[in-house]
């Protein structure tokens, strides 16, 4: 498929989701990048903010499966994975699916459910397959893991390692909608709007596999200069040499940077990444990949505001 042709498919999604989601064009960006460098994402908002619903109006959009796992104290890896169990008919054991098995894995709350179950996830992020009983199992093609937690509620969850954070590609925030986006979101509500009903919303498919698979193609031919690369590995640096910082960004993060930067200028419809494509998605590529010290925290400092800081006194090349 013409890549032309796939980037305007692409495009066409933020139109599409915007039937069903209001305001949130940045989250349906970053989803599509993820897409794009088979990369995971961890959305972090309040309840209420059309995080589940964005995940399926972008699968109806993308006509890809979504399974949604609402993770609890109690879910076991298996519950995630799937399980061999004992089929009576047939007179033997047969490994029967879990929800992991789709294109996009939606682990709402992913942060309140113990470490055993969470790092069922790691294998299938990192290696795209899980093991039971000792055999690997692959997942689809397109698959990613869009995971969710609330981020002012700690009451009983279990923060995410740092090797897990580490796996996502993106961390994307999604804040409380404008006054008017708030107005047209009770607006639809009040027209008859319901988001258990997207096809009554008017969210229909408009790309696919073939156009994910265009653009992934079409992604890696995009030009990186070594000026590029050399200021996303100083941006990386910093955040490690910053004294309110106990964990910088790692050789991961750097190279989830550029790919992210490589994914958005070809979505810009440009041959090659520029240092604003890098400084654009800095933010969110790297923002849970820093550790601050405990006494920065108490003193106020976020990763976004450091972040801020290192964007704003590294040289930019020209």
């Not at 309110?244 to 090659?272: K, N, Q």
């Amino acid at each position: 498929m013409d890549s032309t042709a796939a980037r305007q498919a692409l495009i066409a999604l933020r139109a599409e989701v915007g039937k069903a989601v209001v305001g949130n064009d940045a989250a349906v960006t970053g989803l599509i990048l993820a897409l794009l460098c088979r990369g995971h994402v961890l959305v972090e908002g309040v309840p209420g903010v059309a995080k589940t619903l964005l995940v399926r109006a972008l699968a109806t959009a993308l006509d890809l499966r979504t399974t949604r796992v609402q993770f609890t104290p109690d879910l076991m890896p298996g519950d995630v994975t799937g399980s061999i169990v004992y089929d009576p008919g047939a007179a033997e054991f047969s490994f029967r699916e879990g929800p992991v098995f789709t294109n996009l894995l939606l682990a709402d709350e992913i942060n309140r459910t113990p470490p055993k179950t969470q790092s069922a996830l790691l294998e299938a992020m990192e290696e795209r397959q899980v093991t039971v009983d000792g055999t690997g199992r692959p997942l689809p093609d397109p698959f990613i893991v869009i995971a969710t937690q609330n981020p002012v509620e700690y009451e009983g969850t279990y923060p995410l390692p740092e090797a897990q954070l580490d796996r996502f590609l993106l961390k994307l925030t999604m804040p409380a909608p404008s006054r008017e986006d708030e107005i047209g979101i009770l607006s639809r509500h009040a027209e008859g709007f319901d988001p258990r009903d997207l096809g009554a919303a008017g969210v229909r498919p408009v790309a696919g596999v073939e156009q994910l698979a265009a653009g992934r193609a079409a992604v890696a031919e995009v030009a990186i200069g070594p000026e590029v690369i050399g200021y996303a590995v100083d941006l990386c640096r910093a955040t490690r040499a910053a004294p309110s910082v106990r964990l910088g960004v790692s050789p991961r993060g750097a190279t989830a940077l550029l790919g992210a930067a490589r994914a958005w200028a070809w979505l810009s419809g440009r041959g090659y990444v520029t240092p604003d494509d890098v400084k654009a998605l800095a933010r969110p590529a790297l923002r849970h990949r820093i550790e601050l010290r405990p006494e920065a925290e108490l003193e106020g400092a976020t990763a976004d505001g450091l972040l801020e800081r290192v964007l704003a006194t590294v040289a930019v090349p020209r």
